[in-house]
Nanobody
Framework: QVQLVERGGGLVQAGGSLRLSCAASGHTFSSYAMGWFRQAPGKEREFVAAISRSGVMTYYADSVKGRFTISRDNAKNTVYLQMNSLKPEDTAVYYC?????????????????WGQGTQVTASS
Protein backbone atom coordinates (compact mmCIF):
# COMPACT_ATOMS: atom_id res chain seq x y z
CA GLN A 1 0.00 0.00 0.00
CA VAL A 2 0.99 3.60 -0.61
CA GLN A 3 0.01 6.63 1.44
CA LEU A 4 0.17 10.00 -0.26
CA VAL A 5 0.32 13.45 1.33
CA GLU A 6 0.05 16.61 -0.78
CA ARG A 7 1.45 19.98 0.26
CA GLY A 8 1.90 23.38 -1.31
CA GLY A 9 -1.57 24.59 -2.14
CA GLY A 10 -2.69 28.12 -1.40
CA LEU A 11 -4.06 31.39 -2.70
CA VAL A 12 -2.22 33.17 -5.48
CA GLN A 13 -3.04 35.97 -7.89
CA ALA A 14 -3.64 35.11 -11.50
CA GLY A 15 -0.31 34.89 -13.29
CA GLY A 16 1.44 33.64 -10.20
CA SER A 17 3.09 30.31 -9.43
CA LEU A 18 2.77 27.49 -6.94
CA ARG A 19 4.64 24.24 -6.46
CA LEU A 20 2.78 21.23 -5.17
CA SER A 21 4.52 18.24 -3.68
CA CYS A 22 3.23 14.76 -2.91
CA ALA A 23 5.18 12.58 -0.51
CA ALA A 24 4.65 8.83 -0.65
CA SER A 25 5.19 6.30 2.09
CA GLY A 26 6.81 2.94 1.48
CA HIS A 27 9.96 1.70 -0.17
CA THR A 28 8.70 0.99 -3.68
CA PHE A 29 7.85 4.48 -4.91
CA SER A 30 9.77 3.92 -8.13
CA SER A 31 7.36 1.09 -9.00
CA TYR A 32 4.44 3.51 -9.30
CA ALA A 33 3.33 5.78 -12.09
CA MET A 34 2.12 9.04 -10.57
CA GLY A 35 -0.57 11.47 -11.61
CA TRP A 36 -2.00 14.82 -10.62
CA PHE A 37 -5.72 15.43 -10.92
CA ARG A 38 -7.98 18.30 -9.91
CA GLN A 39 -11.61 18.80 -9.05
CA ALA A 40 -13.46 22.10 -9.03
CA PRO A 41 -16.80 22.52 -7.24
CA GLY A 42 -19.63 20.91 -9.18
CA LYS A 43 -17.27 19.35 -11.71
CA GLU A 44 -15.82 15.90 -12.24
CA ARG A 45 -12.26 15.08 -11.28
CA GLU A 46 -10.01 15.76 -14.27
CA PHE A 47 -6.55 14.78 -15.39
CA VAL A 48 -3.78 17.36 -15.07
CA ALA A 49 -0.44 15.57 -15.53
CA ALA A 50 1.20 12.18 -15.14
CA ILE A 51 4.71 10.78 -15.04
CA SER A 52 6.21 7.36 -15.61
CA ARG A 53 8.02 5.37 -12.96
CA SER A 54 11.45 6.56 -14.08
CA GLY A 55 10.32 10.10 -14.79
CA VAL A 56 11.32 9.92 -18.45
CA MET A 57 7.75 10.08 -19.81
CA THR A 58 5.39 12.90 -18.90
CA TYR A 59 1.86 13.68 -20.03
CA TYR A 60 -0.26 16.81 -19.69
CA ALA A 61 -3.80 17.96 -20.20
CA ASP A 62 -4.05 20.46 -23.05
CA SER A 63 -5.31 23.08 -20.63
CA VAL A 64 -2.05 23.10 -18.64
CA LYS A 65 0.52 22.24 -21.31
CA GLY A 66 3.33 24.78 -21.34
CA ARG A 67 2.39 26.14 -17.91
CA PHE A 68 2.63 23.14 -15.58
CA THR A 69 5.55 20.74 -15.12
CA ILE A 70 5.40 17.37 -13.39
CA SER A 71 8.57 15.81 -12.00
CA ARG A 72 9.61 13.24 -9.45
CA ASP A 73 12.50 12.43 -7.16
CA ASN A 74 12.49 8.69 -6.47
CA ALA A 75 15.21 9.05 -3.83
CA LYS A 76 12.84 11.31 -1.86
CA ASN A 77 9.63 9.38 -2.67
CA THR A 78 8.14 12.64 -3.92
CA VAL A 79 6.35 13.89 -7.01
CA TYR A 80 6.01 17.59 -7.80
CA LEU A 81 3.75 19.81 -9.85
CA GLN A 82 5.19 23.20 -10.74
CA MET A 83 2.35 25.50 -11.77
CA ASN A 84 3.17 28.76 -13.53
CA SER A 85 0.98 31.44 -15.12
CA LEU A 86 -1.96 30.31 -13.02
CA LYS A 87 -5.43 31.24 -14.20
CA PRO A 88 -8.68 31.53 -12.24
CA GLU A 89 -9.91 28.42 -14.06
CA ASP A 90 -7.07 26.45 -12.45
CA THR A 91 -8.81 26.88 -9.09
CA ALA A 92 -9.60 23.44 -7.69
CA VAL A 93 -8.61 20.83 -5.16
CA TYR A 94 -5.52 19.09 -6.50
CA TYR A 95 -4.92 15.39 -5.82
CA CYS A 96 -1.95 13.17 -6.45
CA UNK A 97 -2.48 9.53 -7.27
CA UNK A 98 -0.39 6.40 -7.65
CA UNK A 99 -0.69 3.38 -9.89
CA UNK A 100 1.50 0.30 -9.65
CA UNK A 101 3.05 -0.72 -12.95
CA UNK A 102 4.34 0.50 -16.31
CA UNK A 103 1.20 2.14 -17.67
CA UNK A 104 0.71 5.88 -17.17
CA UNK A 105 -3.03 6.41 -17.50
CA UNK A 106 -4.92 9.67 -17.64
CA UNK A 107 -8.22 8.24 -16.37
CA UNK A 108 -8.57 8.72 -12.62
CA UNK A 109 -10.35 5.36 -12.36
CA UNK A 110 -7.08 3.64 -13.26
CA UNK A 111 -5.30 4.90 -10.14
CA UNK A 112 -5.44 2.93 -6.91
CA UNK A 113 -4.09 5.31 -4.29
CA TRP A 114 -5.00 8.91 -3.62
CA GLY A 115 -3.92 11.73 -1.38
CA GLN A 116 -6.29 13.90 0.60
CA GLY A 117 -6.01 16.86 -1.77
CA THR A 118 -4.79 20.42 -1.45
CA GLN A 119 -6.70 23.56 -2.39
CA VAL A 120 -5.31 25.84 -5.09
CA THR A 121 -7.00 29.17 -5.67
CA ALA A 122 -5.95 31.62 -8.37
CA SER A 123 -7.73 34.94 -7.94
CA SER A 124 -8.41 37.34 -10.79
Amino acid sequence: QVQLVERGGGLVQAGGSLRLSCAASGHTFSSYAMGWFRQAPGKEREFVAAISRSGVMTYYADSVKGRFTISRDNAKNTVYLQMNSLKPEDTAVYYCAARLGVAVPTNPRDYSYWGQGTQVTASS
